[in-house]
């Protein structure tokens, strides 16, 4: 037979959450070695229940979710983010500026692939969410990486982001709150970048899937609200929030000056259409979820489960020798800087491979987000308390003596 190759497109194009590293983990289950597992936000294998509204809800529409849906999707799911937006203050938002997807991930490979022709360039945050560095590489644009910086709580460095800026920017995409770091963004970084994308007249895309996971009394603020006069495209979804990651829930929704922007929004209207609707069963329990009462508040308050092991895995972290973390603010990870001198680390993944070995515990390198040194780790602190408890005494173990070859 004929011996076929991966496609030129995916020439470069990773996504190191599920990469070489879990690989390695699943070969060694296959050997029968038991695995604690940090690497995805995937809340319900960790004993986080969808709401029974939710579940119920879902049950009792099977029989209405049969046939397809308008390619953007049913009128009550719309009609509920649409309400959504409002109440946060999203400007010029219709039902029609509304889509759902297959969770975020299908609208993050969409929006990118109806934008960029070859060669355009896209600033994404580093660290990032790497699927979206992904999908700009796919769709044959080139990620253009904006530092966060660490020694201000994680937000993008906007000097970075304004030098990174060229004439083939086409846009900029915000994670807030973010994943891999928890920062949540304060309404002056987020107007600065604002400013960046009117200047230079670019598309804001913000990914606030963790906007309803925010804890210390903080608010997050939706970039749209703050941009009536730009295009922005903001995702969201209740794979986090509501637990249901299984499910695929996902929406976009278009907003502000959609004067530039007819022929990029045709574009999107057809790959919509090309995918005929996402899973109309899941669609039918947006409305209830966004309805109301967020069952995930609790969680987020002292005694809450997500803030007492975001308590925990803080100080333990920063209680070991070599290792330091910025306190996340939103949402379920945590990524510590390791004193790489000190180790003498030179690739963060065979560190994370030489910790799976040694100690059997699965966390994503730094440079698995798209994070240029080798001196950082993601652990997502979704595990019950002693599986955390393990883990940071492990480490402390690991890193008492380790040295890389
Ligand atoms: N965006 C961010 C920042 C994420 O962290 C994730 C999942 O981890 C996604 C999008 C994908 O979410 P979904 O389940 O809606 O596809």
Redesign the pocket.
């Known amino acids: 037979m004929k011996h076929f190759e991966k496609s030129n497109k995916l020439e470069g194009v990773s996504y190191d959450v599920r990469g070489p590293v879990l690989e390695e983990a699943e070969r060694m289950q296959e050997e029968g070695v038991s695995i604690l597992k940090l690497n995805?936000?995937n809340p319900a294998p960790f004993g986080f229940e969808a709401p029974d509204e939710i579940v119920r809800d879902l049950i009792m529409n099977v029989r209405s979710s049969e046939g397809y849906s308008d390619s953007k999707g049913i009128f009550s799911a719309r009609k509920a983010i649409e309400q959504y937006c409002q109440l946060k203050g999203f400007p010029n938002v219709t039902i029609n500026d509304i889509y759902t997807g297959n969770?975020?991930?299908?609208l993050?490979t969409m929006c990118m692939q109806g934008l960029c022709n070859d060669g355009d360039e896209v600033l994404v945050p580093s660290p990032d969410?790497p699927?979206w560095t992904a999908s700009v590489s796919l769709a044959g644009g080139k990620p253009v990486h904006y530092i966060c910086d660490e020694e201000s709580e994680w937000y993008p460095d906007l000097t970075d982001m304004r030098a990174k800026i060229t004439s083939k920017t086409k846009a900029i995409v915000v994670?807030n709150p973010n994943?891999p770091t928890g920062a949540l963004y304060p309404k002056e970084i987020l107007e600065g970048i604002v400013e960046l994308a009117r200047e230079f007249d670019l598309i804001i895309f913000s990914?606030e899937?963790?906007d309803r996971l925010v804890m210390d009394g903080l608010t997050h603020i939706p970039i749209a609200t703050l941009a009536p006069d730009r295009f922005v495209v903001t995702?969201n979804?209740l794979?986090?929030s509501h637990r249901v990651?299984g499910f695929?829930?996902?929406w976009m929704v278009l907003s502000g000056d959609k004067k530039g922007v007819k022929d990029y929004i045709e574009g999107l209207n057809m790959l919509s259409s090309m995918r005929l609707c996402s899973n109309v069963l899941s669609q039918q329990i947006i409305q209830t979820a966004l309805g109301g009462y967020q069952s995930s508040d609790e969680l987020l308050l002292p005694g809450g489960r997500i803030y007492e092991q975001r308590e925990y895995i803080y100080n333990a972290l920063n209680d070991i020798p070599g290792l330091s973390a910025v306190k996340p603010k939103a949402a379920f990870y945590i990524f510590p800087k390791i004193d790489s001198k000190r180790f003498n680390i030179t690739n963060d993944e065979q560190f994370v491979l030489d910790f799976l070995h040694e100690h059997k515990i699965l966390l994503v390198h730094g440079g698995g987000f798209n994070w240029q040194k080798p001196d950082h780790f993601r652990i997502v602190y979704l595990p019950k308390m002693d599986d955390l408890k393990f883990t940071a005494e492990k480490l402390r173990e690991f890193l008492a003596t380790y040295q890389q070859k």
């Open positions: 995805t936000g969770g975020v991930s299908e993050i969410y699927l994670i994943n990914d899937i963790y995702l979804g794979s986090k990651a695929r829930v996902g």
